[in-house]
């Protein structure tokens, strides 16, 4: 499972070159446009990192204006974090590596497999990772829920423009930090 692992890493970051991110990065930024704002420690939990990396990740995609930060109105000592519209446009850009490495996988595995093989990706990391508002051994009363950012938070793109897809766009699995084709009229 690990050498699967790494070649699919490998396969991802050399179809989504063209995009100018990593892998890692590009994911945190598909999970960011169809989860919304959020703070750090949901796009943690999310994305299956400790906060340290997720900080790591997100650094040179705060430089190169692809999220932005704000305080949470809710709670002052929070962050939130959001996709800009340039991140969602960095997004688009990376889509047709994304949709020939899914290709290539489909190929080597045909449709039936992939699909299979990512269902049961899916079951493996719904029995292991939290995802937000989920108790969790940090939070066991299970308060990581929280309210939406508010529409005029400074720097991330509108939910109009996140919301954006069209069916067969990568919508993140955010557990995995992989991505998967669903249409847009289904939930996340």
């Given at each position: 499972?690990?050498?699967?692992?790494?070649?699919?890493?490998?396969?991802?970051?050399?179809?989504?070159?063209?995009?100018?991110?990593?892998?890692?990065?590009?994911?945190?930024?598909?999970?960011?446009?169809?989860?919304?704002?959020?703070?750090?420690?949901?796009?943690?939990?999310?994305?299956?990192?400790?906060?340290?990396?997720?900080?790591?990740?997100?650094?040179?995609?705060?430089?190169?204006?692809?999220?932005?930060?704000?305080?949470?109105?809710?709670?002052?000592?929070?962050?939130?974090?959001?996709?800009?519209?340039?991140?969602?446009?960095?997004?688009?850009?990376?889509?047709?590596?994304?949709?020939?490495?899914?290709?290539?996988?489909?190929?080597?595995?045909?449709k039936?497999?992939?699909?299979?093989?990512?269902?049961?990706?899916?079951?493996?990391?719904?029995h292991?990772?939290?995802?937000?508002?989920?108790?969790?051994?940090?939070?066991?009363?299970?308060?990581?829920?929280?309210?939406?950012?508010?529409?005029?938070?400074?720097?991330?793109?509108s939910?109009?423009?996140l919301?954006?897809?069209?069916?067969?766009?990568?919508?993140?699995?955010a557990?995995?930090a992989?991505?998967?084709?669903?249409?847009?009229?289904?939930?996340?």
């Amino acid at each position: 499972m690990r050498r699967a692992s790494r070649y699919l890493s490998r396969l991802y970051e050399e179809q989504i070159e063209a995009s100018g991110l990593k892998s890692t990065q590009y994911a945190l930024l598909i999970a960011l446009r169809d989860f919304g704002p959020c703070s750090f420690g949901e796009a943690a939990q999310m994305l299956t990192m400790d906060r340290a990396t997720l900080g790591h990740t997100l650094r040179p995609l705060e430089r190169q204006g692809l999220v932005a930060t704000s305080i949470d109105p809710q709670d002052r000592r929070s962050k939130r974090v959001g996709v800009t519209p340039a991140g969602a446009a960095r997004i688009e850009r990376g889509y047709p590596g994304w949709e020939a490495a899914q290709e290539k996988i489909e190929l080597a595995l045909g449709k039936e497999d992939a699909a299979t093989l990512r269902h049961l990706l899916d079951r493996l990391l719904a029995h292991t990772t939290p995802r937000p508002g989920d108790p969790s051994d940090d939070d066991p009363a299970g308060e990581l829920v929280s309210t939406p950012a508010p529409e005029e938070s400074p720097g991330f793109a509108s939910k109009d423009h996140l919301s954006a897809r069209r069916p067969g766009r990568p919508v993140a699995d955010a557990r995995t930090a992989t991505t998967s084709t669903k249409p847009s009229t289904s939930s996340p």
